[in-house]
């Protein structure tokens, strides 16, 4: 009787609960703006516990985390934007996030007071913050006096002490963004946009005068002072005045670099991509796109090899130095202080994780700082973020002693570490033979029979899955969400289709990608058929889901092939490209975008799906599952809805991501 019993169990694993709950994966608090002070050594980083959003701080050289904000509600008021004061006594901060067209903030807490996006700031002494005034993009003057910021597309400011009211420095044309202190705390440089281009704008506070650096048709963007404030270097991307058009950009106008005189307003060119690779311009994460160095040299990121690398020129001119060689992409670049030295996350050596490395900005062989199974990534000075397999994301810093945890209690107590599933990597064959990277989660006891799986699709497109915890919440989420699945007893494969990052130019610039084709559908397909093969898998019950893009190719999978994806649950997907683009039905490229679309297929969709999304989305248009689901209905499709009122695309409440991900869970219990 007891073999009799076990042999049971094994064969209903795959429905058994798994050891956790949803609210214990999603427990560990996540941090972000991981910022070093201009001096003494501290760090302070903010950190969202289950919803509730607070500045942390670490000082040498004990390096203990500690709380110098105290809001208690998950309240989805966002924070972030953190600017220290020069002596590093101080931080100021936006808390609350940015309004939509209408000129309405995010509220999904239904707060009938209302919320605004503001500026505070906070001592580390333990003081209460005090409120600047609505606004965002802080910038503190060098001198510590002042501190600038953008209040409805104009540049304003309000003292520190708060001794004088927040006043709008001047009257200008286009949307101000971006402000930039000169080195001696006289002049604030910033980008005007104009529509069809942008400027170079810098204002001199003593003479009360505006400035136009090298004023052209094309759009002017990251200003970068020198050292000895006479100059400022920036960036040059060309400009059509044409409605862009989405499809793959692998050449195009080549950008450039260009330098130009405070004093005259004249510029020159220093440096411009070549023609094909790198010729459109490719961004890194860091706090400027161009990094004026020790010795005069600018360090900026160009992909003229086909993958994101770092180079640097001297300030005159002349032929660039590459400073990252290899099949690899550079993602978050930090300058430390003594600005000798370039510290960068890249995927060197480990393309499905993510390490740290230094070199010189005039060149060398770059130095591994980390390495190994885990994740480390936003670097700034001697701390960072990291996580692993098992440990959700946390700061950390690099001592001489080695390195420590700044804040351990991060990860709770119940947090089921034990419990995590170490995906593996897989590469299969997309229906048209390109190679595919993935992460496969197999469920921690094998049951006899085989196993439902579920495949994962990311957002963006513009990103790359890991073999860890993700350093974007979202993923993060989405990470627990595969996790929680996995320990239920499905299989769950997470892939990294075309058009994102992580694989170099030509894998992100896909021909025939999303609006220009939908050519990713090529690697659902593969991603379906490799899962089917798989003979721990049932082929009778694979499902699909994910967020935004990973959205739109589940709804792409249930529309074009409900014989192979039994269910799906579509997190605020785009379900026709050619509206949620706005393109006029009389351009040639309406026709490409909705065929690219699961509109355009929804005749052969018979697969039960559940549509989640808020009606205060900002990234995709409400509109675009209002559509969906009408069209299901119509033809008799299984649909379930979860709306949530005032959320916006990444939902700002912890609760939100609860209720989402519970109701995925019971849908997907009851079709797979």
């Known amino acids: 009787m007891r073999i009799l019993a076990v042999f049971a169990i094994a064969l209903g694993a795959s429905a058994l609960p798994p050891p956790f709950t949803l609210d214990q994966v999603l427990s560990s608090a996540f941090p972000t703006e991981l910022t070093a002070a201009p ?44 600017a220290w004061t020069p002596d590093a006594s101080a931080i100021v901060y936006v808390r609350g996030d940015s309004a939509n067209r209408a000129g309405e903030y995010p509220n999904p807490a239904l707060d009938p007071n209302g919320v605004e996006q503001a500026l ?119 400009s059509s005045g044409m409605r862009a058009v989405r499809e793959a950009h692998r050449s195009g106008e080549p950008w450039s670099i260009r330098v130009a005189a405070i004093e005259t307003g004249t510029g020159r060119e220093i440096w411009r991509a070549s023609a094909g690779p790198g010729s459109v311009f490719r961004e890194v994460t860091a706090r400027n796109q161009l990094l004026w160095a ?85 670097p700034a000075a001697t701390a960072f ?141 593969g991603a379906g058929v490799y899962l089917r093969s798989r003979g721990d898998v049932d082929p009778a019950r694979i499902g699909a889901w994910g967020g935004s893009y990973g959205g739109y190719l589940t709804a792409m999978a249930l529309a074009r092939a409900s014989d192979l994806f039994r269910a799906g649950v579509d997190f605020h997907g785009v379900h026709n490209w050619a509206t949620e683009l706005n393109i006029p039905p009389t351009e040639p490229d309406y026709r490409v975008a909705f065929e690219a679309s699961p509109m355009a297929y929804v005749k052969g969709w018979r697969s039960p799906v559940l549509l989640i999304q808020g009606d205060d989305d900002r990234n995709v248009q409400f509109n675009q599952t209002v559509m969906l689901a009408d069209a299901l209905r119509r033809q008799k499709v299984e649909v379930e809805e979860l709306v949530f009122p005032d959320e916006v695309h990444d939902f700002l409440l912890h609760k939100s991501w609860l209720e989402a991900y519970r109701a995925a869970v019971r849908f997907l219990e009851r079709h797979l």
């Open 120 to 238: 505070w700031i906070v001592a580390l002494d333990g003081s209460a913050p005090r409120k600047i005034g609505e606004g965002h993009s802080p910038a503190v003057s060098p001198r510590g006096d002042r501190v600038a910021f953008i209040r409805h597309s104009q540049l304003w400011w309000a003292s520190v002490d708060g001794k004088v009211a927040p006043a709008q420095a001047f009257k200008t044309r286009g949307q101000c963004s971006g402000p930039v202190w000169s080195p001696d705390g006289a002049r604030i440089a910033f980008v005007s946009g104009r529509g069809d281009h942008g400027l170079i704008g810098v204002y001199d506070t003593a003479a009360q005068s505006l400035r136009y650096l090298d004023p052209g048709t094309d759009s002017d963007m990251q200003p970068e002072w020198s050292p000895d404030g006479r100059g400022i270097v920036f960036i040059r991307i060309p």
């Open 385 to 525: 973020l990291r996580s692993d397999a098992q440990h959700p994301a946390h700061p950390a810093i690099r001592l001489d002693t080695g390195i420590r945890d700044l804040d351990p209690a991060a990860i709770p107590s119940d947090f089921p570490l034990q419990h995590m599933v170490a995906p593996q990597q897989v590469v299969f064959s997309s229906a048209d033979g390109l190679p595919i990277h993935g992460q496969l989660f197999l469920p921690p006891n094998k049951p006899v029979k085989p196993a439902p799986a579920m495949i994962f699709f990311h957002g963006g497109s513009r990103r790359q899955m890991l073999l860890g915890w993700h350093y974007m919440y979202y993923y993060s989420n989405s990470y627990a969400l595969n996790q929680y699945l996995a320990n239920s007893g499905y299989a769950v494969l997470s892939v990294n289709y075309r058009s994102g990052t992580g694989y170099g130019l030509d894998f992100r610039e896909a021909l025939d990608y999303g609006a220009s084709g939908g050519s990713e559908y090529n690697d659902v397909q």
């Open 294 to 378: 020790d010795g005069g040299r600018i360090v900026f990121p160009w992909e003229g090899d086909g993958w994101t690398h770092l180079y640097s020129i001297p300030a005159e001119g002349g032929k660039p130095t590459l400073l990252t060689p290899g099949a690899f992409e550079v993602e978050d670049v930090d300058l430390p202080s003594g600005k000798r030295e370039v510290v960068f996350s890249s995927n060197q050596g480990d393309i499905d994780r993510r390490h740290l490395w230094k070199v010189g900005v005039a060149g060398g062989s770059p130095v591994a700082l980390t390495s190994g199974p885990g994740l480390e990534w936003s």
């Open 39 to 82: 001096a003494g050594g501290k760090v302070a980083w903010v950190s969202n516990a289950k919803g509730v959003r607070n500045i942390m701080a670490a000082d040498p050289p004990g390096y203990q985390a500690r709380k110098i904000t105290a809001y208690t509600a998950d309240d989805g008021q966002e924070m972030g934007n953190l």
